[in-house]
């Protein structure tokens, strides 16, 4: 198999503060881990790549301040929102490829983010 | 710039009716074309990765196909939990996926 799983699935917070989402491969070492966000009824943006111990590389428009990512293992990447208002409520997913099989990416079940 | 252009944008369908999705690209060095399913509130769920042109892919009432412009996505007698939202994805050299809008499709008993 090829499971991804991201944590929490659901989170409400208020404007200003941080929010920290996880992103696990559970049966496999992930090369990479890939974030995306998806507004409705719209398809997946990629907002940043990484590699296990090293920076994230940002899609130009994404502020790196805002979203910080960290890869501190072959299993793990968490996504933190910084200082987060109304405008970042979306769908964040998360996806973690596997170079075996041509770097294939496996999605997590995605993080609904409501900021109030 | 890699563009990936999904047509029809929704699709609905009477159970059994068979029908074929469309994905056409433009991208500088194509390492391979993914198709993705994606329920409603969900991540995609993968499904088929191609790589060239010629090749084709089967799963259950799905077969995927491809050109050297583009994929389609055939779906012979759809049940209703066919309905689904099918993205197409092209992977270039730096293993970036780049989505199409995707195609919405409702299966109705």
């Known amino acids: 198999g090829a499971v991804v799983s991201q944590h929490p699935s659901r989170v409400i917070c208020k404007s200003g503060t941080s929010v920290k989402i996880e992103c696990r491969s559970l049966?496999?070492?992930?090369?990479?881990m890939f974030w995306y966000r998806q507004f409705p009824k719209q398809s997946l943006m990629l907002m940043a790549t990484?590699?296990?111990?090293?920076?994230?590389?940002?899609e130009q428009g994404v502020e790196k301040d805002k979203f910080l990512i960290n890869h501190a293992s072959l299993t793990l990447s968490t996504l933190t929102v910084t200082s987060a208002h109304p405008e970042d409520s979306s769908f964040y997913i998360c996806s973690a490829g596997r170079r075996e099989i041509s770097e294939t990416q496996y999605f997590g079940p995605g993080t609904r983010l409501l900021v109030l | 710039e890699d563009q990936v252009t999904q047509s029809p944008e929704a699709l609905r369908l009477q159970e059994g009716e068979s029908s074929s999705l469309n994905c056409s690209y433009t991208v500088s060095g194509l390492r391979g074309l993914f198709w993705y399913r994606q329920d409603p509130g969900k991540g995609p769920e993968f499904l088929f990765t191609l790589y060239s042109a010629g090749e084709e892919k089967e799963k259950e009432r799905l077969k995927a196909t491809l050109t050297k412009k583009e994929s389609f996505l055939h779906i012979t007698a759809p049940k209703p939990e066919d309905s689904a939202t099918y993205l197409c994805a092209v992977q270039a050299n730096d293993y970036k996926l780049s989505f199409g809008a995707g195609t919405t499709v409702t299966v109705r008993a």
């Open positions: 049966d496999f070492q992930a090369t990479t």
């Open positions: 990484s590699n296990e111990g090293s920076k994230a590389t940002y």
